[in-house]
C-alpha cells in the first residue's frame, strides 16, 4: 500500500457517490453540518444529474482546517452507494485512500486496487433487518453511511444527535429515533470492524465560530430583502430558481403588514424569462425595488427588454446565476460563460452594470448594492453569480448589518419639489452628471412623461434626427462609465519583486489565492487582483500595466473576461495570457498551478523574475 500520508486532521477531501432520488441529500447535508458544529472549515459540491430520478449523483466534501474552500480532484476517501459508478469512483482515488461501500453484496475482484483500502459495511443488509418497507430501507441505508463515517473519521456524535433534533423534535420523534438508529448501526458496525479513526481525521476547532453556512441563492435572497426589494418575478430554471425560493420564504416571514398581515411583496412567476424581464422592468418603472433571478438562457431570452430598460432608463436588477452553455448546456454544472453576454447585453450600443461575487457573503452584499446602483444610475444592474456559488453551502463571515442603511433611491422628484418646478423633462441632464431626474407614477400630474424606448430628445419628444439621439444615446454611455467609480473595486494583493500578476473574477477566487500560497511556499511570488465590478475601475488598467504578463483566469472558453480587459482598457493585449477550464465543475488550485506553469513556460522571458 503506498501513497497516503497519516496521520492528517483536519486536511482531507472525500465524496459520496449515490443515485439521484434516494435522500441521499439528507444525509450529506447532515454529515457538512456537523463537521461545521465541530468548529472546522468544510466545503462542499453537489455534482448533480439534470434529468430524471436514477442516476448517479456525488457529493464532494473538503475538509480544510486553513479555510481553504475551492474544489479538490483529489480524494481521500469514497462513499461507494451506486454499483453503476464503481469501477469510476475507485479510479479516483488517491492511493493508499479508503472506498467505503455497502458489503451487503459482494465487490468484483476485477475492480479492486491493490493501493485502495477496502472499507465494506453492510448497510442494506442491515437495514432490512431493523426497518420495515423499501422506502423507509433505501433511505435509512443513506443515514447509515453517515454513522460508519462518524466512526471511521471521528466525526462529533453528539453534533449529529443535535442536528436530528433541530430537524424533527418531539413531533417527529419517531423519525428521529429512525435516523439516529440507523446512523448507531452504521457507527457500531464501523467502530467493531476496522480501525477507527482512520489516519485521515476530524478533531474540533474554533473556526466556524463567527461564520455561517450558507449557499449563494439563499444569500443573495436575504440581500434583496435588506435592500427593500418587493418585487420579484422569474421563470424557473437551473439554478437559479431557489434565489426566488428563498426570497419568497423570507417575505412571508419579513413583508407582511402588521395588523392585516397582508403580503408587502409581490413574487410572480411569469409564462417565460421575457415576460419575467418586463414585469421586473415595469415593477421598476413604477418605483419598486424590482429583481429577476434567471440563468444564462433566461438572459439571451431577456435582451430585448433589457435593452428597453437600458435606453428607456429604468432601474432593474439582474441575478444570473451561470452555468454550462451554449443552449440548454448542462444545467446543473458551473461556469462562467455570461460575461460578454451581460456586460453587452441586447442589440444596438449597449454597456450594462455589472457585479462579480465571490462566494455567498458578497452575493448578500452586492445584492444590497446591485438595487443602490441600479436607481442611483436608473439602469439595469447584473449580478453575475454561478451554480457553485449558487448552490453549493459555503462556510463565510457572519453576515453584518448595518441599521443605519438607507436604499439610495436616486435622483427622484417627490411631489414637493414637482409642485416647484415648471416643466419636467425626463431625459434631461440638469446637474450635468449625466444622469437626468425620474419620478414616481401618480406622484403629481408635473411628474408626467413619455417612457420611450424609441428614439427620443432630452425632452422625451420622439425624434430621428441624428444630432438629437446622438446627445441622449452619448449622454447614456458617459453614464454607465461614471459608475467605474460606484462598483465595487477591485481586490488587490501585491508581494515585493513580483512581475506577474494573476487576475480573476467570482468563484474562481479561493482556488487562485490556495494556489498562490502554494506556489508561495516554492519561492514564487505573484501579484493578484479579483475584479469584482464592471465597468472597470481604473485600478484595473493600472494593475495590468504594472506587470510584465498578467494571466486572466476564467472558467469558459473563450477567455471572456480576458475579451472584456482588452476592449474596455488601454492596456496591450501582449500582456494579458489566458488560463481557462470550463468543463463544468468548479476551479481548483491544482488546475491553476499547473495552468500558471505551463503559462510561464510558453512566456518565459516575459515572467523574467518571477520568484525571484
Request: aromatic share 10%; hydrophobic share 35%; proline share 6%.
Given at each position: 500500500?503506498?501513497?497516503?500520508?497519516?496521520?492528517?486532521?483536519?486536511?482531507?477531501?472525500?465524496?459520496?457517490?449515490?443515485?439521484?432520488?434516494?435522500?441521499?441529500?439528507?444525509?450529506?447535508?447532515?454529515?457538512?453540518?456537523?463537521?461545521?458544529?465541530?468548529?472546522?472549515?468544510?466545503?462542499?459540491?453537489?455534482?448533480?444529474?439534470?434529468?430524471?430520478?436514477?442516476?448517479?449523483?456525488?457529493?464532494?466534501?473538503?475538509?480544510?482546517?486553513?479555510?481553504?474552500?475551492?474544489?479538490?480532484?483529489?480524494?481521500?476517501?469514497?462513499?461507494?452507494?451506486?454499483?453503476?459508478?464503481?469501477?469510476?469512483?475507485?479510479?479516483?482515488?488517491?492511493?493508499?485512500?479508503?472506498?467505503?461501500?455497502?458489503?451487503?453484496?459482494?465487490m468484483a475482484d476485477t475492480l479492486k486496487r491493490e493501493d485502495v483500502h477496502f472499507v465494506g459495511v453492510p448497510l442494506a443488509e442491515m437495514c432490512v433487518k431493523n426497518f420495515e418497507g423499501g422506502r423507509t430501507r433505501i433511505l435509512m441505508k443513506n443515514i447509515g453511511y453517515t454513522g460508519a463515517l462518524a466512526a471511521l473519521l471521528d466525526l462529533d456524535m453528539e453534533a449529529?444527535?443535535?442536528?436530528?433534533?433541530?430537524?424533527?423534535?418531539?413531533?417527529?420523534?419517531?423519525?428521529?429515533?429512525?435516523?439516529?438508529?440507523?446512523?448507531?448501526?452504521?457507527?457500531?458496525?464501523?467502530?467493531?470492524?476496522?480501525?477507527?479513526?482512520?489516519?485521515?481525521?476530524?478533531e474540533r476547532m474554533d473556526a466556524t465560530r463567527d461564520s455561517i453556512l450558507i449557499d449563494g441563492n439563499t444569500a443573495a435572497a436575504l440581500g434583496c430583502v435588506y435592500a427593500g426589494a418587493t418585487v420579484a418575478a422569474w421563470y424557473p430554471i437551473t439554478p437559479s430558481t431557489s434565489l426566488v425560493d428563498a426570497f419568497t420564504a423570507y417575505c412571508r416571514r419579513l413583508r407582511v403588514e402588521e395588523g392585516t398581515g397582508r403580503s408587502r411583496a409581490a413574487i410572480l412567476q411569469a409564462e417565460d424569462e421575457l415576460a419575467a424581464a418586463g414585469i421586473t422592468i415595469g415593477a421598476g418603472w413604477a418605483g419598486a425595488r424590482a429583481f429577476?433571478?434567471?440563468?444564462?438562457?433566461?438572459?439571451?431570452?431577456?435582451?430585448?427588454?433589457?435593452?428597453?430598460?437600458?435606453?428607456?432608463?429604468?432601474?432593474?436588477?439582474?441575478?444570473?446565476?451561470?452555468?454550462?452553455?451554449?443552449?440548454?448546456?448542462?444545467?446543473?454544472?458551473?461556469?462562467?460563460?455570461?460575461?460578454?453576454?451581460?456586460?453587452?447585453?441586447?442589440?444596438?450600443?449597449?454597456?450594462?452594470?455589472?457585479?462579480?461575487?465571490?462566494?455567498?457573503?458578497?452575493?448578500?452584499?452586492?445584492?444590497?448594492?446591485?438595487?443602490?446602483?441600479?436607481?442611483?444610475?436608473?439602469?439595469?444592474?447584473?449580478?453575475?453569480?454561478?451554480?457553485?456559488?449558487?448552490?453549493?453551502?459555503?462556510?463565510?463571515?457572519?453576515?453584518?448589518?448595518?441599521?443605519?442603511?438607507?436604499?439610495?433611491?436616486?435622483?427622484?422628484?417627490?411631489?414637493?419639489?414637482?409642485?416647484?418646478?415648471?416643466?419636467?423633462?425626463?431625459?434631461?441632464?440638469?446637474?450635468?452628471?449625466?444622469?437626468?431626474?425620474?419620478?414616481?407614477?401618480?406622484?403629481?400630474?408635473?411628474?408626467?412623461?413619455?417612457?420611450?424606448?424609441?428614439?427620443?430628445?432630452?425632452?422625451?419628444?420622439?425624434?430621428?434626427?441624428?444630432?438629437?439621439?446622438?446627445?441622449?444615446?452619448?449622454?447614456?454611455?458617459?453614464?454607465?462609465?461614471?459608475?467605474?467609480?460606484?462598483?465595487?473595486?477591485?481586490?488587490?494583493?501585491?508581494?515585493?519583486?513580483?512581475?506577474?500578476?494573476?487576475?480573476?473574477?467570482?468563484?474562481?477566487?479561493?482556488?487562485?489565492?490556495?494556489?498562490?500560497?502554494?506556489?508561495?511556499?516554492?519561492?514564487?511570488?505573484?501579484?493578484?487582483?479579483?475584479?469584482?465590478?464592471?465597468?472597470?475601475?481604473?485600478?484595473?488598467?493600472?494593475?495590468?500595466?504594472?506587470?510584465?504578463?498578467?494571466?486572466?483566469?476564467?472558467?469558459?472558453?473563450?477567455?471572456?473576461?480576458?475579451?472584456?480587459?482588452?476592449?474596455?482598457?488601454?492596456?496591450?493585449?501582449?500582456?494579458?495570457?489566458?488560463?481557462?477550464?470550463?468543463?463544468?465543475?468548479?476551479?481548483?488550485?491544482?488546475?491553476?498551478?499547473?495552468?500558471?506553469?505551463?503559462?510561464?513556460?510558453?512566456?518565459?522571458?516575459?515572467?523574467?523574475?518571477?520568484?525571484?
Open positions: 500500500m503506498s501513497g497516503m500520508k497519516s496521520g492528517r486532521v483536519n486536511d482531507f477531501a472525500f465524496k459520496i457517490a449515490t443515485v439521484n432520488g434516494t435522500g441521499s441529500a439528507s444525509a450529506n447535508g447532515l454529515i457538512m453540518q456537523s463537521i461545521f458544529r465541530m468548529g472546522v472549515p468544510v466545503s462542499g459540491k453537489n455534482v448533480f444529474p439534470s434529468n430524471i430520478q436514477g442516476l448517479p449523483t456525488w457529493y464532494e466534501i473538503r475538509v480544510n482546517g486553513a479555510g481553504h474552500v475551492a474544489r479538490t480532484p483529489e480524494f481521500d476517501l469514497i462513499v461507494a452507494m451506486n454499483p453503476e459508478t464503481y469501477a469510476r469512483d475507485i479510479e479516483e482515488l488517491v492511493p493508499g485512500g479508503w472506498l467505503l461501500y455497502d458489503s451487503s453484496w459482494p449529529i444527535r443535535e442536528l436530528l433534533e433541530e430537524t424533527f423534535g418531539e413531533r417527529k420523534r419517531h423519525l428521529l429515533d429512525a435516523n439516529f438508529k440507523a446512523i448507531r448501526l452504521g457507527y457500531d458496525h464501523a467502530a467493531e470492524h476496522f480501525e477507527c479513526p482512520l489516519p485521515i481525521r476530524l429577476t433571478s434567471t440563468s444564462g438562457a433566461g438572459i439571451s431570452l431577456m435582451t430585448e427588454f433589457i435593452g428597453l430598460a437600458y435606453y428607456a432608463e429604468v432601474p432593474c436588477v439582474f441575478f444570473d446565476v451561470e452555468r454550462v452553455g451554449p443552449s440548454t448546456g448542462m444545467p446543473t454544472r458551473t461556469q462562467q460563460g455570461d460575461i460578454l453576454l451581460c456586460a453587452y447585453a441586447s442589440h444596438g450600443d449597449t454597456k450594462h452594470i455589472c457585479l462579480y461575487p465571490n462566494d455567498p457573503a458578497e452575493c448578500f452584499e452586492f445584492g444590497v448594492q446591485a438595487f443602490d446602483l441600479a436607481e442611483r444610475f436608473q439602469t439595469p444592474v447584473f449580478v453575475l453569480s454561478d451554480l457553485d456559488i449558487g448552490m453549493n453551502d459555503w462556510v463565510v463571515p457572519r453576515f453584518r448589518w448595518d441599521d443605519e442603511y438607507r436604499p439610495d433611491r436616486g435622483k427622484v422628484l417627490d411631489a414637493e419639489a414637482l409642485e416647484e418646478i415648471d416643466t419636467f423633462y425626463r431625459y434631461l441632464d440638469v446637474d450635468g452628471d449625466g444622469i437626468p431626474y425620474r419620478t414616481i407614477p401618480g406622484e403629481h400630474p408635473k411628474g408626467a412623461y413619455f417612457t420611450r424606448g424609441s428614439g427620443h430628445t432630452k425632452y422625451g419628444k420622439y425624434t430621428e434626427d441624428e444630432e438629437e439621439y446622438l446627445e441622449v444615446i452619448d449622454r447614456i454611455a458617459a453614464k454607465i462609465e461614471s459608475a467605474a467609480d460606484a462598483v465595487p473595486a477591485p481586490e488587490v494583493r501585491s508581494r515585493p519583486g513580483a512581475r506577474c500578476g494573476l487576475i480573476t473574477v467570482g468563484g474562481c477566487d479561493g482556488a487562485v489565492r490556495e494556489a498562490i500560497e502554494e506556489f508561495e511556499e516554492e519561492g514564487l511570488r505573484f501579484d493578484y487582483m479579483r475584479i469584482r465590478g464592471f465597468p472597470f475601475a481604473p485600478e484595473v488598467t493600472r494593475f495590468i500595466e504594472t506587470h510584465d504578463l498578467n494571466i486572466v483566469i476564467e472558467q469558459n472558453r473563450d477567455a471572456q473576461l480576458k475579451s472584456l480587459l482588452t476592449l474596455e482598457t488601454s492596456v496591450s493585449k501582449d500582456r494579458l495570457a489566458s488560463l481557462r477550464r470550463y468543463g463544468g465543475l468548479p476551479l481548483s488550485a491544482r488546475h491553476v498551478r499547473e495552468g500558471v506553469r505551463d503559462r510561464l513556460g510558453l512566456a518565459a522571458e516575459s515572467a523574467e523574475g518571477v520568484g525571484a
